[in-house]
């Protein structure tokens, strides 16, 4: 049974972090959606508001039109008295107790309406202001909102080129190491050659005025200083 509750406080406590990390990833959303709906609520409130400024306003006229009755029948038991009809009066006075009691009720519940749409009307224009400023504070949420992800965007860019460029950097020194290693092997195999190769002898023999091409360069200079020396001869005449 331990088992059996810890796997379920186990699945409890995972439902509750990833409906947390849900509301979290969407909480500018559900902030609007909040306030969209709390403005549906008030434009409910404004049509019952409607409703019972329409009571006010019936209350109102049915106020007017017991004032009026009261003071017709007032009028007529003024008549009946004046008419010395004693009981006609007095069933007219009786009539206009209860129209007195009606208009007192009315008046109550006139008062009631008012009472209630004042505090209606405030309570709206509460609620609109706080919405107003709630509109206002998803507005900056949604740039902020936008401002972090451009933020993140440019980092992970740079983070991403910066690591381009290292691989690229990488890759260069090694091109810069591989022609390094081939420019010293070239040196070094001519160093080898010069030292024992075909062409380390010649220079030697050279070197000793031995062969081919040992002191060339005086040789030429002995041939040339010849024809300097040499008397040129005249030119031959031209036979007619």
Same mark, same amino acid.
């Given at each position: 049974?331990?088992?059996i509750?810890k796997?379920?406080t186990l699945l ?8 947390e ?9 559900i902030y609007e959606q ?11 409130a %404004?049509?019952d508001?409607t409703?019972?400024m329409a009571?006010?306003m ?12 009261v003071?017709?029948?007032e009028?007529l038991a ?10 006609l009066?007095? $069933?007219?006075a009786? %009539?206009?107790?209860?129209l007195?009691q ?16 004042s505090?209606?009307?405030e309570?709206?224009k ?8 709630h509109e206002?504070?998803i507005?900056?949420?949604k740039?902020t909102?936008?401002?972090y992800?451009?933020?993140?965007s ?7 080129g ?5 691989s ?5 020194e090694r091109?810069?190491?591989?022609h390094? $290693?081939?420019? $010293?092997r ?8 010069d ?5 380390a002898?010649?220079k030697?023999?050279a ?5 081919? $091409? ?10 040339i200083r010849a ?12 036979s007619e």
């Open positions: 049974m331990t088992v509750k796997l379920v409890r406590g995972s439902a509750r972090e990833i409906g990390s849900v509301i979290d990833s969407n909480a500018t959303r909040e306030i969209i709906d709390a403005k549906h609520s008030i434009e409910k %404004k049509g508001l409703g019972v009571k006010e019936q209350s109102a006229r049915e106020i007017e039109r017991l004032k009026g009755e003071a017709r029948y009028g003024l008549e009946a008295l004046n008419k010395t009809q004693e009981g009066a007095l $069933d007219v009786a %009539k206009v107790g209860t007195e009606e208009l007192e009720e009315q008046a109550k519940a006139h008062a009631s309406y008012a009472l209630q749409v505090r209606l009307k309570l709206i509460s609620a609109e202001a706080r919405i107003r400023e206002r504070e507005g900056i949420a740039t909102e936008s401002v992800r451009a933020t993140q440019i980092s992970e860019n740079i983070g991403s910066g690591s381009r460029l290292a690229a950097r990488e890759s260069l091109i810069r190491s591989r390094e $290693d081939l420019a $010293d070239m040196t070094a195999g001519q160093q080898l050659e030292e024992f190769g075909h062409s002898l010649e030697k023999l070197a000793a005025g031995i062969g081919n $091409d040992a002191d060339r360069t005086g040789k030429v200079m002995e041939r024809r300097q020396a040499k008397p040129s001869e005249p030119p031959k005449p031209v």
